[in-house]
Each structure stands twice: as structure tokens, then as C-alpha cells.
């Protein structure tokens, strides 16, 4: 893993290093080409709201809602939330119930009202904006019009929850969210004073009561860049008091060799708030914090593919095996996390742990249709049932199995995992530029220069090939930097201009800088050229992982789906509404119908001698993340592991120490894409 505290002591606060340039001719228009390990955060971008004074400038910047539309595999997905959970858990979650909805009213009383309504509209919402679809936008407007109308005369809002006296304030974070995002979008008025407002309440609140129970203490940080992101609008300087009060009363995420607590969401959420205060704070300090904290979980939890580690519901010593898992809702805000950190650090790292987390860990994560997800995913997980692995795994009930009712957090939480993607795929840049950070088809359409609009068009199926075109729509000439983000496993990427090579040493870069007076129709064709990289895990049991490109493959095993009775399966707080019908909405365990024991012979130094690379066709339903569709699969080398078995607590067993002693035979082995298997054996040891 790369050392991410060496990076910060050479130079990560510095801006951009040159590493080298040129000047190219392309179809006439001169280019202007560099490689940069930083872009330069100095400038203000003419054209968006920047960071106010005096907090740090943002390397990048977060375009409005409406600014990206998806497309490809990742519009597929978008739409199969739609029409799956996403789209329908309003008809089937007791929590969005219409009835005693706490979030209904004035006095914010009722028996439904907590973290799920505001968890799920985040996605459901934006997913509405970004496919435009109005049936969603009216549903998600309901909810809205209900938050913005029954603002109490102190400015609080939301359920009247409270623990041991104090006001919970948890509820209100993500909410504040959706407001942010239902801004964006459609501008409304009364956002802004309703926020300014509710911010004064916060900051009425005593200290000694403010923040004080386990959730909001661990997350003020969330409710800290919302209070940014009004202050960049307003300007009024209460909310830079408010925020230092935020930070002065969340949970110590500053600790050098520890963290405040070890609940996986918690940490996957809440190790960006040091970086978060930073931008008002200036101390290097509290950015080296959060990339401790990152680096932290994953020096002890973390040694397993996929981007995540192994928490369960609270990470425990003793529990590191790659059997271990993380909820769906960590993933989520792991992303999450990573989009932010990358648009305040500069730092490529956060878009490639964000691939990471999101082509080989949350894409499993459900049934390929999106009606039913997962509770805990795992890199090495051969059965997902309906039983209770405990203590195998960190907490008591379903949590294997694929079920529409699992769990109150995640069932609702999943929503923003992919619409959150995609609106961070394009960022603006401070030289009122933009840059290409997570790649995947679909279309930006911002403003540049001197504020000029332009649109790109991007066609690629990027993870699964190497080559992503970008054409250029305006209605002039205009003049502005295009920075497209070099991968970190990537050596060799090449760019043209219009068919003509750049040329350019991208080895010793993290992004390409195309500088030049861009016309209609200009084309950009980026080719990310992929190898087979073994990945060793030394300080789990030596055993490895295969990536080819961002994806870790897994070894295919035979997936037997049995359907079950919701009702009977779920976790027992999720709940549903009386008029919805579990026959509609089924829960699914997948046993393994194939051998899963298998050590790999391979060269780890030259992979390429020992795995084949295979490329399917393209998926007709457009869904590459199933083992039948997947589009690229590796032929391997395996052998048996015959004592590696299911244990007592019904989970894979735990690796056993690589190399290992077999006399079982060389047998041929299918890998699929991580992302893609329901049941994956992604760590795997090596066999003699």
C-alpha cells in the first residue's frame, strides 16, 4: 500500500509540481501540454463558488447538481435503482411512511422520524435530478416542502429527538444535505435563510450539551461542511464561530495511534473531519490526521483488496481476515469521503481508492437487479444466508443474506452510493478549467474561461477497457485547461488530440494537462493501457490478490440463489409498511454450488506468464458488474486447499499461512471481476 504520510512529507501541500511540458500542433490548434502531480489552487474560479476567505482553496471544485448526466453501465445502474429499492422504498419502509412521520410537522413529533427519511432522499433525490425524472423530483419536492415549512421559531427543525436531555442533532445532518442538493438544483429561496437560521440555533447550544450522544459526536463533520458550504454563500462570519464549535465538541479524530471508536461507518465517515477543519484551521496537522486515520484503519483492518477493511459492524483485534466485511452504508461513505478529500487535497489517492471501493467492493453489494442488498459484504465470502455468523461476524442476525429489508441504515443509505459518483466524475478547476477524475460515460456541461459554456461528451467502458474518448461542444472558440487524471497502476497512458500524439512522460504524473482554444467537435482520446498486478498482503497470512487495471479479480464460483420469505428473514427494527408485499420483494441466500478452496500457483513477479486475459462481449443488459456478463475473465492456476473449509460460525475459514503444502492436483481456475461475484474468494493464498 502506498504510503501516504511519506507523500504529505514530500510535498503533498505544495502546488503543482511541473514535471514536463511541450507545445504540440493538432489539427492546427496549438496544445499546450503538461504532466502535473497538483494543480495549482491559487487561482479563483471565475465561473463557481469558491472556498470564501479565509478558508483554504480547493484544488478542485464540485460542479452544481445538474451539471453531469451519466451514461453507460453507470446510467444502467442509476436506472435500476430507480426502478428497484431506491425508487420504491417509499411505498414499502415504515421510516417514509406518510402516517406519525415526525419529519411531517411542526412539532417534529411522531413514531417514525429519525436517520432514514434524510439517508434515503440524499440519493433518491439526486438520482431524480440527474436522470431527470419528474415522478422523483415531485416525491423528493414532498419531503423537501415538508422540512422547509415546519422550521421551529428557534430555528431547530426535523424530529424532536433527544438523549438524556440533550437535543440529538444527528438526524439533521444528512438532511441538511438534501437541502444543499435541492438548492443546486432549483435555486429555491428559501434554503438559504432556513440554513442560516437553524445555524444560529446550533449555535445558541451550550457546549456541554451540544453533540453529545454517539452518533452526532462521532459526525460533526458532516454537519461542518454544510456550514461551509453556506458560509462560501453567505459570507456571515457566525458560521466560521459555529464551525470551530463543531470541531472543539466532535469526537477526537486526531488520535496518533488510535481512533475515538471502531464502528465501521463511523470511521469511513468521520476520518475526514480533521482535513475538513483544516480548511479553516491551516494547521498541517489536522491533514495529516485524517490520512493517519486512513491509513491507520487500513494498516490494521485493511489489508485485504477491495479499498475497505474488515470491520464487521466494530472492527475487533483479532478479526482481520478477509472474511471480515463492512456494511453497505461504509461503503457509501467511503466514497463519499474520498470525493471530498480529493476536491480539498489535490490528491489523485482519494479518486483511486474511491474506484476501488466502487467497482470491487459496493457493486456486490446486491442483487444485480437492485431490489435486495446485502448488510455485510466481504472479500473472501463463499455463503450468503439468513443465519447468525456470530461471533464470526461483528454483530447478531441476517447480515449475510440479499434481503430489501435489511437493516434500517443501509436499506436507505445505498441510495447515493452511484449517483454521488457520477455527480463527482468532473470537477471544475481553480484556472476555471476542468478535469477529468473518475472515469465513465456520460456528459459535463459547465461553464469555462471567461465563462463561456461548454458541454463533453465522454464514451467509454472504462473499468472494463482502456479507452475513454471526449468530444467537445461549444458554440465559439474558447479557451480553457482540460486535466484528465492518470491512474496510479497506470505506466504508460498516451493521449491524442484530434488523432495527433501528445507526447508526454506520464510515468512521473497524476494528471494530464491539456491547455489550448478548444473548437466544436475537437476529440480527446485517452488510452489507459492495463496489466495483470499481483498484490501481496504480508501482513495477512502472505496471500495475494489479482488486479488487472482498477479491478481485483475473484475466483468465479457457481452462485445457487434460493428465494425466502421476506418476512421471515429480515433484521427485526428494519420494518415495512402493512400495504407492502414481500412476494414482490423477495430475500435471496447464495450458497456456493462449486469448489472454493483454491491456493493460486502463480509468478507473482510476472503474472503475465501464469494468467491468460480473456475478453467477452459486452453485456446485452448492460449490467457488466454479474459473473455471466462480466466482460473481461482470467484464466489461472490453482490448487486445492482440502483442510481451507467452512468453519464453525458457518464462514469461509480463515486463510491459512502462504505458501501452502498440497498434494491436491494442478487445476484450471476462472477469476471474474470482484465487483461482479455475489460469492468471491478475492484473497487468496499461494500454493506451492
Known amino acids: 500500500m502506498m504510503n501516504n504520510l511519506n507523500r504529505i512529507g514530500k510535498g503533498i501541500y505544495l502546488t503543482a509540481a511541473l514535471v514536463c511540458c511541450g507545445v504540440y500542433v493538432a489539427s492546427a490548434q496549438v496544445v499546450k501540454a503538461s504532466t502535473v502531480t497538483k494543480v495549482n489552487n491559487q487561482p479563483l474560479n471565475a465561473n463557481y463558488i469558491n472556498n470564501r476567505a479565509p478558508l483554504q482553496r480547493e484544488y478542485f471544485e464540485k460542479l452544481p447538481i445538474g451539471s453531469i448526466k451519466?451514461?453507460?453501465?453507470?446510467?444502467?445502474?442509476?436506472?435500476?435503482?430507480?426502478?428497484?429499492?431506491?425508487?420504491?422504498?417509499?411505498?414499502?419502509?415504515?421510516?417514509?411512511?406518510k402516517t406519525n412521520n415526525a419529519w411531517l410537522n411542526k412539532e417534529g413529533t411522531g413514531e417514525y422520524g429519525w436517520e432514514e427519511l434524510p439517508y434515503w432522499l440524499k440519493g433518491y433525490a439526486n438520482i431524480g435530478y440527474m436522470l431527470g425524472d419528474q415522478k422523483i423530483i415531485k416525491e423528493a419536492k414532498f419531503w423537501i416542502d415538508a422540512v422547509l415549512n415546519n422550521q421551529r421559531d428557534n430555528g431547530d427543525f426535523g424530529p424532536a429527538r433527544t438523549n438524556k436531555g440533550n437535543r440529538d442533532l444527528w438526524t439533521n445532518m444528512p438532511?441538511?444535505?438534501?437541502?444543499?442538493?435541492?438548492?443546486?438544483?432549483?435555486?429555491?429561496?428559501?434554503?438559504?435563510?432556513?440554513?442560516?437560521?437553524?445555524?444560529?440555533?446550533?449555535?445558541?447550544?451550550?457546549?456541554?450539551?451540544?453533540?453529545?450522544?454517539?452518533?452526532?459526536?462521532?459526525?460533526?463533520?458532516?454537519?461542518?461542511?454544510?456550514?461551509?458550504?453556506?458560509?462560501?454563500?453567505?459570507?456571515?462570519?457566525?458560521?466560521?464561530?459555529?464551525?470551530?464549535?463543531?470541531?472543539?465538541?466532535?469526537?477526537?479524530?486526531?488520535?496518533a495511534n488510535n481512533l475515538p471508536n471502531w464502528h465501521n461507518v463511523n470511521v469511513a465517515q468521520c476520518f475526514r473531519e480533521?482535513?475538513?477543519?483544516?480548511?479553516?484551521?491551516?494547521?498541517?496537522?489536522?491533514?495529516?490526521?485524517?490520512?493517519?486515520?486512513?491509513?491507520?484503519?487500513?494498516?490494521?483492518?485493511?489489508?485485504?483488496?477491495?479499498?475497505?477493511?474488515?470491520?464487521?459492524?466494530?472492527?475487533?483485534?483479532?478479526?482481520?481476515?478477509?472474511?471480515?466485511?463492512?456494511?453497505?452504508?461504509?461503503?457509501?461513505?467511503?466514497?463519499?469521503?474520498?470525493?471530498?478529500?480529493?476536491?480539498?487535497?489535490?490528491?489523485?489517492?482519494?479518486?483511486?481508492?474511491?474506484?476501488?471501493?466502487?467497482?470491487?467492493?459496493?457493486?456486490?453489494?446486491?442483487?444485480?437487479?437492485?431490489?435486495?442488498?446485502?448488510?455485510?459484504?466481504?472479500?473472501?465470502?463463499?455463503?450468503?444466508?439468513?443465519?447468525?455468523?456470530?461471533?464470526?461476524?461483528?454483530?447478531?442476525?441476517?447480515?449475510?443474506?440479499?434481503?430489501?429489508?435489511?437493516?434500517?441504515?443501509?436499506?436507505?443509505?445505498?441510495?447515493?452510493?452511484?449517483?454521488?459518483?457520477?455527480?463527482?466524475?468532473?470537477?471544475?478547476t481553480p484556472d476555471n478549467g476542468l478535469a477529468a477524475q473518475l472515469y465513465t460515460q456520460g456528459q459535463v456541461s459547465a461553464k469555462v474561461g471567461t465563462g463561456s459554456a461548454v458541454s463533453i461528451v465522454e464514451t467509454t467502458r472504462y473499468p472494463f477497457q482502456d479507452q475513454i474518448s471526449f468530444v467537445v461542444n461549444t458554440s465559439k472558440t474558447v479557451a480553457f485547461p482540460l486535466y484528465l487524471r492518470i491512474p496510479a497502476w497506470c505506466k504508460d497512458a498516451s493521449v491524442k488530440v484530434n488523432g495527433i500524439a501528445v507526447k508526454l512522460n506520464t510515468a512521473t504524473g497524476d494528471y494530464i494537462?491539456?491547455?489550448?482554444?478548444?473548437?466544436?467537435?475537437?476529440?480527446?482520446?485517452?488510452?489507459?493501457?492495463?496489466?495483470?498486478?499481483?498484490?501481496?498482503?504480508?501482513?495477512?497470512?502472505?496471500?495475494?490478490?489479482?488486479?488487472?487495471?482498477?479491478?481485483?479479480?475473484?475466483?468465479?464460483?457457481?452462485?445457487?440463489?434460493?428465494?425466502?420469505?421476506?418476512?421471515?428473514?429480515?433484521?427485526?427494527?428494519?420494518h415495512w409498511q402493512a400495504t407492502a408485499d414481500p412476494q414482490k420483494w423477495p430475500s435471496y441466500e447464495i450458497h456456493a454450488a462449486s469448489n472454493w478452496n483454491y491456493g493460486l500457483v502463480i509468478d507473482k513477479e510476472h503474472p503475465e506468464k501464469s494468467i491468460e486475459v480473456i475478453r467477452r462481449a459486452w453485456p446485452k443488459d448492460n449490467n457488466p458488474f454479474t459473473n455471466a456478463g462480466a466482460p473481461i475473465e482470467l484464466k489461472a492456476k490453482g490448487k486445492q486447499i482440502p483442510g481451507w473449509t467452512i468453519d464453525q460460525y458457518g464462514l469461509c475459514g480463515i486463510l491459512p499461512q502462504s505458501p501452502v503444502k498440497t498434494e491436491a492436483p494442478l487445476a484450471n481456475l476462472t477469476l471474474v471481476p470482484m465487483g461482479g461475484a455475489r460469492l468471491r474468494i478475492s484473497s487468496f493464498p499461494v500454493a506451492e
Open 175 to 255: 438532511m441538511l444535505w438534501c437541502l444543499q442538493s435541492y438548492y443546486e438544483y432549483s435555486k429555491d429561496p428559501r434554503v438559504i435563510p432556513f440554513m442560516t437560521k437553524y445555524f444560529r440555533y446550533e449555535l445558541s447550544v451550550p457546549d456541554d450539551k451540544f453533540l453529545e450522544d454517539y452518533w452526532e459526536n462521532s459526525r460533526g463533520g458532516d454537519n461542518m461542511l454544510s456550514v461551509y458550504w453556506l458560509y462560501n454563500r453567505t459570507g456571515d462570519k457566525f458560521l466560521l464561530d459555529l464551525a470551530a464549535k463543531l470541531d472543539k465538541n466532535t469526537a477526537n479524530w486526531r488520535q
Open 513 to 574: 494537462k491539456l491547455a489550448k482554444s478548444w473548437k466544436n467537435g475537437d476529440k480527446i482520446t485517452l488510452h489507459l493501457p492495463m496489466q495483470l498486478k499481483v498484490r501481496e498482503w504480508e501482513q495477512n497470512k502472505n496471500s495475494v490478490s489479482v488486479n488487472y487495471g482498477p479491478l481485483t479479480y475473484s475466483l468465479k464460483i457457481d452462485e445457487k440463489y434460493t428465494k425466502e420469505d421476506s418476512r421471515t428473514t429480515t433484521q427485526g427494527d428494519s
Open 274 to 428: 480533521p482535513a475538513t477543519f483544516y480548511l479553516q484551521s491551516h494547521d498541517p496537522k489536522d491533514l495529516a490526521a485524517t490520512y493517519n486515520d486512513f491509513n491507520l484503519i487500513r494498516k490494521v483492518y485493511g489489508q485485504v483488496p477491495g479499498g475497505m477493511f474488515g470491520a464487521d459492524e466494530n472492527a475487533r483485534k483479532g478479526y482481520d481476515d478477509p472474511r471480515q466485511a463492512v456494511e453497505t452504508c461504509g461503503m457509501v461513505e467511503q466514497m463519499t469521503s474520498d470525493q471530498l478529500l480529493l476536491g480539498d487535497t489535490g490528491d489523485r489517492l482519494w479518486a483511486e481508492n474511491c474506484e476501488d471501493v466502487a467497482f470491487n467492493t459496493f457493486s456486490a453489494a446486491f442483487m444485480p437487479d437492485y431490489r435486495s442488498l446485502r448488510y455485510l459484504t466481504a472479500p473472501n465470502m463463499v455463503v450468503s444466508d439468513g443465519k447468525n455468523h456470530s461471533p464470526g461476524i461483528a454483530n447478531e442476525g441476517p447480515f449475510l443474506m440479499m434481503n430489501p429489508f435489511s437493516s434500517r441504515c443501509c436499506q436507505h443509505n445505498h441510495a447515493a452510493g452511484w449517483v454521488y459518483y457520477a455527480e463527482n466524475s468532473w470537477m471544475a
Open 70 to 97: 451519466a451514461g453507460g453501465w453507470l446510467k444502467k445502474a442509476l436506472e435500476l435503482q430507480r426502478d428497484g429499492l431506491t425508487g420504491n422504498l417509499g411505498e414499502i419502509s415504515v421510516w417514509l411512511s
